[in-house]
């Protein structure tokens, strides 16, 4: 093998690569059984022997998939500035980061099936954070500092996920539960109101 094709077989291997750990995020959030791995080739366009020279074994692949949901957790916290700005709309920002991790907890669990409670967890990047943005938001005199910065994380946490439970039960659409949300959060946090 000539040393152009190296790079360029490394690439196509990346790829594949990341084929795989997208069909298998798709799959599991779908309630897709991916237990002989066959679905997720034929979902990412590659072949079994493709996934097994990427994963050895379903556990394998699970957790890429877990490593996956926390990297890409850490690059949206990152693109979402939360330490620069007005802490309330810093606080939207990351309330709709939370909202999405919610989403994830069905395919977390999936993951981690014989961890349930790692599923219900909120991510420790998006919890530090989210701690770190309230402490700012107090100091600053932004937010209500009667309350501790914990407390408050733990009841925005809760409200974000009374408003998922809403809106899988059917009572609120996702455009209802996530004004809700904003609404609340800001209410709690002791912020006004902010139109978006």
């Not at 490593?67 to 810093?90: C, F, H, M, N, Q």
């Not at 994830?104 to 961890?115: A, I, T, Y």
């Not at 609120?172 to 006004?192: D, I, W, Y």
């Amino acid at each position: 093998m000539t040393a152009s094709k190296e790079p360029r077989r490394r690439a196509d291997a990346e790829r594949s690569r990341a084929a795989i750990l997208d069909a298998a995020i798709r799959l599991l959030a779908e309630g897709v059984d991916t237990g002989g791995l066959a679905a997720v080739a034929e979902a990412a366009g590659v072949t079994r022997q493709t996934v097994y020279a990427h994963f050895a074994n379903r556990e394998e692949l699970f957790a890429a998939v877990g490593d996956r949901i926390r990297s890409d957790t850490v690059t949206a916290l990152e693109a979402a500035d939360l330490d620069t700005g007005p802490a309330p709309d810093a606080l939207l920002r990351i309330l709709d980061l939370s909202w999405r991790a919610v989403d994830l907890g069905p395919l977390k669990r999936r993951v981690s099936p014989g961890e349930p409670s790692r599923g219900t967890q909120t991510p420790a990047p998006v919890y530090d954070n989210l701690l770190r943005l309230l402490r700012r938001g107090q100091d600053t005199g932004e937010f209500d500092s009667a309350t501790t910065p914990q407390w408050l994380a733990a009841t925005l946490i809760a409200v974000t996920r009374a408003a998922r439970a809403e809106v899988e039960a059917g009572r609120m659409t996702r455009a209802q539960a996530e004004k809700s949300l904003h609404e609340s959060a800001l209410r709690l946090v002791g912020a006004p109101a902010r139109s978006r």
